[in-house]
Each structure stands twice: as structure tokens, then as C-alpha cells.
């Protein structure tokens, strides 16, 4: 069975620093993985997701997210903060569980952006 | 195109009641799936359909929950006897296919859902 471990259920940065939101795996192989990033009453939208291919995945927003299995990781970064950014982002996992295959996803991160 | 919908978006309710919950996925969507986001917490499986196939509902907390579909359109989740610990965000999402591919899922804003 997969899991995600979203390290740091609340980052601060200030406008204009580097975003560091940490995501750590176990799945089978081979994982899909996704960033999503959910608003103040809002669903949950889709900013990048990695599949197969090259390990640097570019999304929206100007958010990457890199795929290092060796690491079993899949950071999520950005190099400047906009205080837009302020939401709450969830890592997930998509993998096999028996017969089907299932989205599973980390406990979320809020993030707040300081001016 | 149009996103996947829900209603009602707030639900207030007293404890002992049932509630129906609502959602439209995107049209040509075969796989539609069902969460639970409690305050804090990530999201949480509970029920998902791929098209005819009976529906997994291994994610289903108690047989107080229950949903339907009918064919590839809208979907209601059914509560039974609320309970306090019942308040959350309801949230469904659709997909082009379930299956092992890495299709996107596509969410509604959510109901909330709250039990007095």
C-alpha cells in the first residue's frame, strides 16, 4: 500500500523567499505523483503532477516539484513567494492497492506568505 | 468547459438525521470519486465509481454512508443518522478513467457539512 509523508504541517516564508513544501513516498512501482493546492473554501486544483520522463516537473504558478527515487521524495518549490501563494498544498500518491488503483494523499501543508 | 459541481455547498444538520449529498461530474468523466477532509486533516477515500463496474467502496467509514451513480453522470452520497464526528468537507472529483494510468482528478468545491 502507498503512503505520503508531508514533512511540516506549516511553512511561513516571507514575500519573496524561496517556497519549500517537502513530500516523501512509498508506493509501488512505477508512482505517479501529484501536487495539488487547495484555497480558502475552495476544491482541491492541480498544480503538477509527475509521471514518467524527465524528473523536474514544471507546473503552475511557477511551482516545480523534482522526482528523486532514490529519495523516495517530491519537493515542491518555488523560487520567490507571492503572497497569492498563501493556501494549503497536498501531496499525493497514486499506486495499487489489490485490485484497484488508489489516490492517496499526505496531510496537506499550509502555507502562509509574510509581506 | 464546465468543472464538476456540488451541492448543496453548506449543509447544517441535526444529529439523527440523514443528508444527500450532490455531485456533478465533468461530462465524459467514467470515474467519479468521493473524500472526506475533516478540519486539519488530508483527504480521506471513501467511494469510488469506473463507469458500470460495481463501485469500490472500501474507503466507506460505516453502512451509515452509502452512494449511488447512475451510469457516467451525477452521484449522491447518503448519510444516515448523522453523528457529530460526521462534520467535514465532502469533497468529489472526476477522471477520464480509474485504472492505473496517471489521469488527473478533477475536484468540486466541496460540501460542508456540519452536524450539531
Known amino acids: 500500500a502507498q503512503s505520503v509523508t508531508q514533512l511540516g504541517s506549516h511553512v511561513s516564508v516571507s514575500e519573496g523567499a524561496l517556497v519549500l513544501l517537502r513530500c516523501n513516498y512509498s508506493s509501488s512501482v512505477p508512482p505517479y505523483l501529484f501536487w495539488y493546492v487547495q484555497y480558502p473554501n475552495q476544491g482541491l486544483q492541480l498544480l503538477l503532477k509527475?509521471?514518467?520522463?524527465?524528473?523536474l516537473v514544471k507546473g503552475i504558478n511557477g511551482f516545480e516539484a523534482e522526482f528523486k527515487k532514490s529519495e523516495t521524495s517530491f519537493h515542491l518549490t518555488k523560487p520567490s513567494a507571492h503572497m497569492s501563494d498563501a493556501a494549503e498544498y497536498f501531496c499525493?500518491?497514486?499506486?495499487?492497492?489489490?485490485?484497484?488503483?488508489?489516490?492517496?494523499f499526505g496531510k496537506g501543508t499550509l502555507l502562509t506568505v509574510n509581506p | 468547459g464546465a468543472g464538476v459541481s456540488q451541492s448543496p455547498s453548506n449543509k447544517v444538520t441535526e444529529k439523527g438525521k440523514d443528508v444527500e449529498l450532490r455531485c456533478d461530474p465533468i461530462?465524459?468523466?467514467?470515474?467519479l470519486y468521493w473524500y472526506r477532509q475533516r478540519l486539519g486533516q488530508g483527504l480521506e477515500f471513501l467511494i469510488y465509481f469506473q463507469g458500470n463496474s460495481a463501485p469500490d467502496k472500501s474507503g466507506l467509514p460505516s453502512d451509515r454512508f452509502s452512494a449511488e451513480r447512475t451510469g457516467e453522470s451525477v452521484s449522491t452520497l447518503t448519510i444516515q443518522r448523522t453523528q457529530q464526528e460526521d462534520s467535514a468537507v465532502y469533497l468529489c472529483?472526476?477522471?477520464?478513467?480509474?485504472?492505473?494510468?496517471?489521469?488527473?482528478?478533477?475536484f468540486g468545491p466541496g460540501t460542508r457539512l456540519t452536524v450539531l
Open positions: 509527475y509521471t514518467t520522463g524527465a524528473t
Open positions: 461530462s465524459g468523466h467514467t470515474a
Open positions: 472529483a472526476s477522471s477520464l478513467a480509474a485504472g492505473g494510468g496517471p489521469d488527473t482528478q478533477y
Open positions: 499525493a500518491v497514486k499506486g495499487r492497492t489489490g485490485s484497484n488503483y488508489k489516490l492517496t
